[in-house]
T-cell receptor, first 114, second 115 residues
Framework: GDSVTQMEGPVTLSEEAFLTINCTYT??????LFWYVQYPGEGLQLLLKATKADDKGSNKGFEATYRKETTSFHLEKGSVQVSDSAVYFCALSPNTGTASKLTFGTGTRLQVTL | KAGVTQTPRYLIKTRGQQVTLSCSPI?????VSWYQQTPGQGLQFLFEYFSETQRNKGNFPGRFSGRQFSNSRSEMNVSTLELGDSALYLCASSFLWTSAYNEQFFGPGTRLTVL
């Protein structure tokens, strides 16, 4: 079945540091890929998405490129802020009738300090 | 525009009881999905409803059920609660059926604790 593997957290960075959170996936066909963010006490928010190979999703300074050859969708940000502290989830959905069935990674907690 | 609302936000039950959780989607959204979030299993898909019909179902026992009303509000029910059902239950709504092209908007969740 489909699966998503994320790097273990927590990730602790100083403000303005470069961020990379690794994500790889296993899926049949050509899934769509997502990054969601969860702030304390809140639900998930869509951060960015990519629906086909070589697409780059971007939002709020975060970027991720859909790499089919390496089945990866790594999240990057050039300069993190304290307000970016949250849990980040990589996810995929099949581009089929079961597209609602998001498969999530285990999440990576990011802690940004001054 | 109001977001997805879930009630109650917190719930404490004992083993063997049943529980009903409610989700009101964003106005105009017709699809509602439910997810269970636990430290051990992470986020897992429960089911999706669209226009009062269950479209997809995850790998959960029959104790977990749901329904959707004509106004798109949805409820999920868990019968004969077990300790392992303690989790954050998240609801998400989407304008049409959920896909990469129809973003899911998540509510804040209901924290269920089973004692």
């Amino acid at each position: 079945g489909d699966s998503v593997t994320q790097m273990e957290g927590p990730v602790t960075l100083s403000e303005e540091a470069f961020l990379t959170i690794n994500c790889t996936y296993t899926a049949t066909g050509y899934p769509s890929l997502f990054w969601y963010v969860q702030y304390p006490g809140e639900g998930l928010q869509l951060l960015l998405k990519a629906t086909k190979a070589d697409d780059k999703g971007s939002n709020k300074g975060f970027e991720a490129t859909y790499r089919k050859e390496t089945t990866s969708f790594h999240l990057e940000k050039g300069s993190v802020q304290v307000s970016d502290s949250a849990v980040y989830f990589c996810a995929l959905s099949p581009n089929t009738g079961t597209a609602s069935k998001l498969t999530f990674g285990t999440g990576t907690r990011l802690q940004v300090t001054l | 525009k109001a977001g997805v609302t879930q009630t109650p936000r917190y719930l404490i039950k004992t083993r063997g009881q049943q529980v009903t959780l409610s989700c009101s989607p964003i106005s105009g959204h017709r699809s509602v999905s439910w997810y269970q979030q636990t430290p051990g299993q992470g986020l897992q898909f429960l089911f999706e409803y669209f226009s009062e019909t269950q479209r997809n179902k995850g790998n959960f026992p029959g104790r977990f059920s749901g329904r959707q009303f004509s106004n798109s509000r949805s409820e999920m029910n868990v019968s004969t609660l077990e300790l392992g059902d303690s989790a954050l239950y998240l609801c998400a709504s989407s304008f049409l059926w959920t896909s990469a092209y129809n973003e899911q908007f998540f509510g804040p969740g209901t924290r269920l604790t089973v004692l």
